[in-house]
């Protein structure tokens, strides 16, 4: 993944990039480009899943999952957006509520 330097991301939020045509959604449809707010990254289904339904269970309705083909690994997102500044104002929002690990993943 391509690391963001600090001047094209605002302090305090991670932000990597990559391809959309690696990665697909819960349909199995490639992932569409945008700005995924990541909330978990799992190499195991069953554990993204669990994750997914804890954040659905804490209010986050929206939450679902795409999965990366070369990497192997499922991510869990709360939102995808399709500006950085929405997807900095959303990753902040969690960071204050408490999900400190919260970061955006670009698909190009």
Do not use: C
Request: net charge positive; hydrophobic share 35%.
């Amino acid at each position: 993944l391509k690391q963001h330097n600090k001047e094209e991301i605002e302090k305090n939020v991670g932000m990597a990039g990559d391809l959309a045509s690696d990665y697909r959604n819960s349909a199995n449809a490639k992932a569409r480009p945008g700005y995924y707010v990541i909330v978990g990254t799992f190499f195991y289904r069953d554990f993204a899943q669990a994750e997914m339904e804890r954040f659905i269970n804490k209010g986050f309705g929206g939450t679902t999952w795409i999965f990366s083909e070369t990497r192997q690994f499922n991510f869990i997102y709360t939102n995808r957006l399709d500006s950085q500044d929405q997807a900095v104002t959303k990753v902040k929002e969690l960071q204050a509520k408490g999900y400190t690990d919260a970061w955006i993943l670009q698909l190009k």
